[in-house]
């Protein structure tokens, strides 16, 4: 059975476009986890009767509605009025809630403004959801056909008291059998060239296909329906990550050990073949460095503030192999793992065009890879070069290297 849920956001700033709505995104993951299908996500300024008014939209067409936000103690925050109004529901004071905002105030060490008596009225019969973190407590009730949930719009108490007290009463609410969803995570392949090669993939219609494009990864995503055949799922995964290639440097969703990220992969493989290198950048200036920041297996990061630029194709290998050896001879490090550069001008598109030149030196093998960057903005082309240049040393580590 499904269960549709929607996201309700309340705020001038969300509307006008002064700050993101993370919380929607935030939220619609975890519903999504549960097992809920989410259908809508809105957001309304601080407008009295605009509330209203898609309060009981939603109470007509959703199962449940998480809302975020319009719980402070001032003027614009108008949330709690709104419910009141569209249910008919009168507010009441809730003695433990203001017990709780002054205890919050008094930890530390500053009076209460009365304006904060307010957060302590709620529309009757709703269950209060206690804030540890903030001083507006959140609450939950049913309206017409939908279990509403009200939290603050503070990113860490929302997300605290999601976790804490939402998401168990959300599953003793609802009988929620939820999708499995598996992303297969690649680096150096864009999203055209992955769809090109699942082209001769049979994929069921229950199973739905979808990619997520960084600016250094692409995540191809298999959603699975709960009764979905497990044998048949896990050789559906295998056959998309077996035509995607040795672009793929991990699969997510199968376990909840499965790594999330490309350091996370590198780090159990060092780990695990009890390997150190040496790092020498240029071109991403410390981003690269910053990835490996306290691993065990990281000897020494240099960095090139000036840039390691090479002067054309014929230059790079000589120059690159005898940097290497310095650094695993000084460090004693296993791995040597090196980047460098060459910066082409183009004035006629206002683009930076990089030749990126990655290189990998062991005892008795030496690796290169040249990726062609382009692109307006050099903060990206730097996280794209310091992303190329780890997945050179997880390639090596996980034997598929060309």
């Given at each position: 059975m499904t269960v549709i849920a929607e996201i309700f956001s309340q705020g001038e700033e969300l509307v006008n476009g002064q700050i993101v709505d993370s919380n929607a995104a935030w939220i619609s993951q975890q519903l999504l986890e549960l097992g809920f299908t989410v259908s809508r996500h809105t957001a309304v300024g601080d407008d009295l009767a605009a509330l209203t008014d898609?309060?009981?939209?939603?109470?007509?067409?959703?199962?449940?509605?998480?809302?975020?936000?319009?719980l402070g103690p001032t003027s614009d925050d108008l949330t709690v009025a709104a419910v009141s109004q569209a249910s008919s529901l009168p507010l009441v004071f809730d003695e433990i809630a203001l017990q709780q905002i002054e205890q919050f105030f008094q930890r530390r060490q500053r009076a209460m403004p009365e304006i904060n008596r307010k957060q302590a009225w709620l529309p009757s019969g709703a269950q209060r959801i206690d804030n540890s973190l903030g001083t507006a407590p959140g609450f939950q009730l049913r309206y017409l056909r939908c279990h509403f949930v009200f939290l603050p719009g503070v990113p860490a108490e929302m997300q605290a008291m999601f976790n804490a007290q939402v998401k168990p009463s959300l599953q003793q609410h609802f009988q929620l059998n939820p999708d499995q969803l598996i992303s297969i995570k690649s680096i150096g392949i864009g999203e055209s060239a992955i769809q090109q090669r699942l082209a001769e993939l049979e994929i069921p219609d229950c199973v739905q296909l979808g990619f997520r494009a960084a600016s250094d990864e692409v995540h191809t995503k298999l959603r699975f329906r709960a009764d979905y055949p497990e044998q048949l799922k896990l050789n559906l995964i295998e056959q998309a990550a077996g035509l995607i290639g040795d672009y793929v440097y991990t699969i997510s969703g199968l376990n909840k050990t499965d790594d999330v990220d490309l350091i996370g992969v590198i780090d159990r493989l060092m780990q695990t073949q009890q390997c150190s290198v040496s790092l020498f950048e240029s071109f991403s200036h410390g981003l690269l460095a910053s990835r490996c920041w306290q691993k065990n297996w990281l000897k020494q990061a240099a960095i090139d503030g000036n840039g390691l630029q090479i002067a054309d194709d014929d230059a790079i290998e000589p120059h690159l192999s005898q940097l290497?050896?310095?650094?695993?001879?000084?460090?004693?490090?296993?791995?040597?793992?090196?980047?460098?550069?060459?910066q082409i001008p183009d004035s006629s598109t206002q683009q930076i065009q990089i030749v990126l030149?990655?290189?990998?030196?062991?005892?008795?093998?030496?690796?290169?890879?040249?990726?062609?960057?382009?692109?307006?903005?050099?903060?990206?082309?730097?996280?794209?070069?310091?992303?190329?240049t780890l997945d050179l040393l997880r390639r090596y580590l996980q034997s598929t290297c060309p």
């Open positions: 898609l309060l009981t939209e939603i109470a007509n067409r959703a199962d449940c509605c998480i809302c975020s936000g319009g290497a050896a310095n650094l695993r001879q000084n460090q004693r490090s296993d791995f040597a793992l090196i980047q460098a550069y060459r030149y990655n290189s990998l030196h062991t005892d008795n093998c030496v690796r290169y890879a040249r990726h062609t960057l382009v692109g307006s903005h050099i903060h990206t082309l730097q996280q794209q070069a310091a992303t190329l």
